[in-house]
């Protein structure tokens, strides 16, 4: 019995809990609550890609949700198309957005891409927000566009209950999680953060950082994009302020900031620790003092950064490493 | 053959000439010294050959092939390899992690990779630290590892920035001899030192540059007995006191 | 054709006053090379401020400029010299602090629903202020008094920082640390102390633009966040660091959005500012006057 025996027996318990939670948590309240807060952890997940391991800081990612939830919404309420199809167009749509803004902007210094970030996400809401039709496409402006009950079933990825929502965004978020981990355990992971500590040594090793970057910047896009289907599908309506807002983009990125951006538990303790905070007070502050849990995270935030730049996740594994060794204590030579 | 040819290369900063007309060559398998007062522009030489910026004017020929201005990446994976004066290692990660980026060089498995980065950490004494945080090197060590990165991206010409800054006497001879096994390994080396004994022990030639300008070239003993080379370091006075 | 020329002066106007919200943000980067994420922000208590402090006295919202400038500069000062310096300290070696970026942004996030929540989100204005809907008569065209005002605060501003940076001590030191900041620290200027001071200033000139927007623009929690974004393009499009560029750049947004609405409607003049922007970036990102960066 070892440390590595530990850590399995301890994810197949995890994992174990939150298939089995919806057997027990029967309340649809808190069934939404926990889909939101593993639709949070997979959007925090997908940004850590291009905001950890790349080192630099997208903060507009809520464009690409936006992007999604539109696209898909859009072709499956005019053509009829299947949302899951859908979701995979605006994946690329993102894809091809997040590279537009990526190639200039990856080279610069890293606050220029912030600000294209943003500059990108408000354009994007306010030309939404103003545009009723493309072309053929009814984007219904500030209104928004509302998802019709259809049938349900899988291939309508439309449910009458909240658990298969759970499920689907869970098995996402495992997804997503999978494919971060073996970018961290592969050469695109290795020269992403090389690039994002020291830059100019990982180039003069043979890294071209600002492609790297790229690359990251467009998987990312792509999988923040399908997030922004699913809560389509989830909430059956979309419309700019809440699916392109700078305050969904924020919380993302201060999420991951808070978990500890590069490493892949940071972003899903952040969103363990951050969203059940914020829906707490929304229920019981939202009226008497609302934007409180907006006042926590940014208090949270500003202390994590001056004194645990790298996010909670360094205490919180450290104390892990030492409850391992107080139970087993690693032997020398190992 | 020639590994790296320079001809006639100038830089320019505004009105600041920093390099001015140099003429460089270096054999294969051959260590070269480039020595010179402070200020003489060979950081400034260092950094045009190595892809940092591009010079105003002459050329810079790697086996044959014009490389002013390519970006440093390609030039690393054309067998170009420098290391930086200031070091930087990936402070977060250990040892091995540092030089596993490096060796990802001309393969795509992490297995791979990492094989050959420890392959290079023994070759270089260094194993036993694989597992160290890079931050907490000393000095001496990360002037290893500096090297370490560089010898992972399988380099046929190393271009090394004051490695011995920094280094106590019995430290510098063993980088010397390092880099002597590394000479024998059949990698060209060209360094910019400032400790003499270091470079005298190393070269098989030198270059001194002072004010931009190549002002001699030959063995280390013909550089130590070079008028012009005391000139320039010394001064006058010592010419004189001399003759 | 008369509607156009009446458009493009108060656009020139408004422009100005752009360029003195945005002053604050190019005069922080200038010295201290980070972007401020919380400039709109600041902006924003320089309104309340100025706002409580005329609502409560009834004097002439210019007059609260002897309140505010000095209230805006320690509060920049300190929220530099508390909050921001750890970082700098800590990241001394870093080529670019990207956790300054973090941080500032977090406090973006802290002061906009602080006010949320200690003022509430209803929009407040001046009313019965002496500068209220005045107009001057040009002829047949009509110009917005205070607007002027503003336009002409903002050329006074910008004409004392410059008198400033160039003739006393404290300005030529916070050049020297702009330039370089060890070699001006090994003449013995105190590199934090000077990015207090050139924090504080920047705020208080955001303060001036506060002031100068009170007469005729709503105050509420989150009016700096179009400020903010508007300020990083105006900066952007001006060159960071040059606060003649920021006037500049003030203007062409000021321009852009009086003389926009004539040929487009209104979203699309907006979406322009966004788009040139993000073209500005692509192309030219110094800008107009910008300096010279290594990217």
Same mark, same amino acid.
């Given at each position: ?7 399995? =027996? ?120 103003? =545009? ?51 970018? !961290? ?35 990312? !896009? ?89 996010? =909670?996740?360094?205490?919180? !594994? ?17 | ?189 060209? +360094? ?13 030639? +030198? +270059? +001194? ?35 | ?295």
């Amino acid at each position: 019995m070892n440390h590595q025996h530990i850590n399995k =027996i301890a994810l197949v318990v995890l994992l174990v809990i939150a298939f089995g939670l919806p057997l027990v948590v029967r309340s649809a309240t808190y069934l939404h609550i926990l889909v939101l807060l593993f639709f949070y952890a997979y959007l925090t997940t997908s940004w850590n890609i291009v905001g950890g391991f790349a080192g630099v800081l997208p903060l507009g990612h809520a464009a690409f949700v936006g992007i999604g939830a539109y696209t898909s919404t859009i072709l499956s309420l005019q053509y009829g198309i299947s949302p899951w199809l859908g979701a995979l167009v605006g994946g690329v749509l993102a894809t091809v957005a997040g590279v537009i803004i990526g190639l200039p902007t990856l080279k610069m210094r890293g606050a220029y891409f912030a600000l294209a970030t943003i500059a990108f996400a408000e354009g994007l809401r306010v030309m939404v927000e103003n =545009i009723d039709y493309i072309g053929p496409l009814n984007l219904n402006g500030p209104r928004g566009l509302q998802i019709p009950p259809m049938e349900t079933g899988l291939t309508h990825f439309m449910f009458a209950t909240k658990e298969p929502y759970y499920y689907i965004i869970l098995i996402m978020l495992l997804a997503v999680m999978l494919l971060t981990y073996l970018i !961290s355990r592969n050469k695109l992971g290795y020269y992403l953060m090389a690039g994002g500590e020291e830059p100019e040594a990982a180039m003069a090793l043979g890294v071209n950082v600002a492609r790297a970057r790229l690359i990251a910047m467009a998987v990312s !896009s792509f999988l923040t994009a399908l997030a922004g289907t699913f809560y389509a599908q989830f909430s059956l309506y979309i419309h700019p302020k809440s699916i392109i807002s700078l305050d969904m983009s924020f919380e993302i990125a201060f999420i991951a900031l808070i978990g500890g951006r590069g490493s892949i538990a940071g972003p899903i303790l952040g969103a363990l620790l951050l969203r059940p905070v914020g829906d707490f007070c929304r229920i019981y502050f939202g009226d008497t003092l609302p934007g409180l849990h907006l006042i926590i995270f940014g208090l949270v935030l500003v202390l994590v950064m001056l004194f645990q730049p790298r996010g =909670i996740q360094e205490p919180i !594994s450290r104390a892990y490493q030492a409850l391992l060794n107080r139970l087993i204590p690693i032997t020398p030579g190992r | 053959m020639t590994m790296l040819q320079v001809e006639k290369m100038t830089k320019q900063f505004g009105g600041l000439r920093a390099i001015d007309s140099l003429d460089l060559t270096i054999e294969k398998g051959q260590i070269l010294g480039l020595i010179g007062p402070n200020g003489a522009g060979k950081s400034t030489a260092f950094n045009c050959i190595a892809g940092a910026f591009a010079p105003t004017s002459g050329t810079i020929t790697f086996e044959g092939r014009r490389i002013n201005g390519h970006k440093p990446w390609n030039l690393c994976k054309a067998g170009l390899a420098r290391t930086f004066q200031i070091v930087k290692p990936f402070a977060s990660k250990n040892v091995l992690y540092n030089v596993t980026v490096a060796s990802f060089i001309n393969t795509g498995s992490r297995k791979i990779a990492e094989e050959k980065a420890l392959a290079v950490l023994e070759s270089l004494n260094f194993a036993g630290k694989k597992d160290m945080l890079a931050g907490n090197l000393t000095i001496a060590d990360r002037k290893r590892l500096e090297i370490a990165k560089a010898l992972a991206t399988e380099p046929k010409l190393l271009l090394l920035d004051e490695v011995m800054a920094g280094l106590r006497p019995n430290e510098v001879d063993e980088m010397v001899d390092i880099l002597k096994a590394l000479r024998d390994r059949g990698i060209t080396i060209f +360094v910019i030192e400032h400790i003499m004994r270091a470079i005298m022990a190393l070269s098989d030639r +030198v +270059v +001194v540059i002072q004010f931009g300008k190549k002002i001699a070239e030959g063995t280390p003993a013909e550089i130590a007995n070079n008028e012009n080379v005391i000139k320039a370091y010394l001064g006058e006075d010592y010419v004189v006191a001399r003759n | 054709m008369l509607y156009i020329i009446e458009d493009m002066i108060n656009g020139v106007l408004m422009g100005s006053i752009y360029g003195l919200t945005a002053m604050g943000l190019t005069i922080i980067f200038g010295v201290l090379k980070v972007i401020n994420f919380a400039h709109g922000s600041l902006l924003m208590v320089g309104m309340y401020a100025a706002y409580w402090a005329i609502s409560l006295t009834g004097i002439h919202p210019y007059l609260a400029l002897v309140i505010v400038i000095p209230a805006m500069f320690i509060f920049g000062y300190y929220l530099q010299d508390i909050v921001i310096k750890p970082i700098f300290i800590a990241e001394k070696n870093v080529r670019e602090p990207i956790t300054v970026i973090i941080v500032t942004t977090g406090i973006w996030y802290i002061l906009d629903n602080l006010a949320l929540l200690v003022f509430g989100p209803q929009y407040r204005s001046l009313s019965n202020n002496p500068l209220q809907g005045q107009m001057l008569e040009l002829g047949e065209m009509f110009v917005s008094v205070p607007k002027l005002y503003g336009f002409i605060t903002a050329l006074v501003t910008a004409g004392a920082i410059h008198w400033f940076m160039k003739n006393t001590l404290m300005g030529r030191a916070i050049r020297a640390t702009s330039m370089d900041r060890e070699a001006a620290s090994l003449m013995g200027i105190n590199q934090y102390r000077i990015y207090n001071v050139a924090f504080g200033i920047g705020a208080a000139t955001t303060g001036i633009a506060a002031v100068t927007l009170l007469p005729f623009y709503n105050v509420f929690p989150t009016v700096g966040v179009l400020f903010d974004i508007k300020g990083f393009i105006i900066v952007v499009l001006g060159g960071l660091g040059s606060i003649s560029g920021a006037l500049i750049g003030g203007i062409i947004v000021g321009l852009i959005e009086s003389v926009g609405p004539q040929f487009m409607t209104a979203t699309w003049t907006e979406a322009i500012v966004y788009g040139l922007f993000l073209i500005v970036l692509f192309v030219k990102p110094s800008g107009l006057f910008g300096q010279k960066h290594d990217w």
